[in-house]
């Protein structure tokens, strides 16, 4: 079953994106060189701490952190530690959340550490945000969930082939629903499966968190010893970026981003919906 949000849930949801945005905010700019995943996981303690607002990732299903860090090969899910320390040149995945009056945020980017990236990084990254920001200007109503897919998959496939041969949409992990838990129905694919069907209908007060995650080579990953940290097969760098996203009668409003999404669907022709949110 698909929970359908009201505008008054959908406010509140607002509100809990709008601490995850600051946490964002936060660890970019704490995720230098020197600094340990384990600080930058500190940082947002005290930013849902400010906000008054509840970690939806620590003890679930018993992770032990507030943020997942995922360096470099590390597509998802990475553990903060003190012994993980950046480097001049690594990139980093910060995927969080939070929790206000029981209504749920989560979001995630990328971050460069430090300077002198191979262009390739740079432009893994950049396919990785663009492919999401497609996916959710594909949230129009009366579309169906696998436009969202095609819409992700699409862009990616156009893109030019990195020096590493191929763009891997990874296929283990993907979006989901969202509200009043974290993850929910629907799942959301970041490529096109006839398996799954057309998928729902996007109606006002459907939620969904876009994820798209890619790595430099495969699609293939495989989990680490401690049950959480997910890995490429080969090796090869990734990015994930994600977004929550309300379906309302005015049309798609990105609850984690600061500015609701305006100025990136106006690239896309869309207009975002109004903000409930007087902190945005």
Request: charged content about 20%; hydrophobic content about 40%; aromatic content about 4%.
């Amino acid at each position: 079953m698909v929970e359908i949000k009201t505008p008054e849930q959908i406010a509140k949801m607002r509100e809990a994106g709008l601490v995850v945005a600051a946490i964002h905010a936060a660890t970019r700019a704490a995720a230098v060189p020197g600094a340990s995943t384990k600080d930058l996981d500190e940082v947002a303690r005290k930013v849902l701490a400010e906000h008054g607002a509840k970690s939806n990732f620590l003890g679930y299903g018993g992770f032990p952190a507030t943020i997942c860090t995922s360096v470099n090969e590390v597509v998802v899910h990475g553990i903060p530690d003190e012994k993980t320390v950046l480097k001049d040149g690594d990139i980093i995945s910060i995927d969080c959340g939070a929790i206000i009056d029981g209504w749920h945020g989560d979001a995630a980017y990328t971050a460069f550490v430090g300077s002198g990236h191979a262009p390739e990084l740079l432009e893994l990254s950049r396919v990785t945000e663009e492919s999401m920001w497609a996916g959710i200007a594909a949230m129009k109503l009366g579309n169906r969930l696998v436009d969202v897919s095609k819409s992700i998959e699409g862009y990616v496939r156009r893109q030019p082939r990195p020096a590493t041969g191929k763009y891997g949409i990874i296929e283990d992990y993907g979006g989901h629903g969202i509200g009043s838990e974290m993850h929910m129905d629907p799942h959301v694919l970041n490529y096109v499966t006839r398996k799954r069907g057309k998928g729902i209908k996007l109606v006002p007060g459907v939620c969904l968190a876009i994820e798209p995650m890619i790595s430099l080579g495969t699609a293939q990953t495989e989990v680490l010893a401690d049950d959480w940290t997910v890995i490429t097969t080969d090796g090869t760098w990734s990015s994930h970026w994600e977004h929550s996203i309300a379906m309302t009668e005015n049309g798609p409003l990105v609850l984690t981003a600061v500015d609701g999404g305006k100025a990136k669907l106006a690239e896309h022709g869309i207009t975002a919906a109004p903000d409930p949110s007087p902190r945005s």
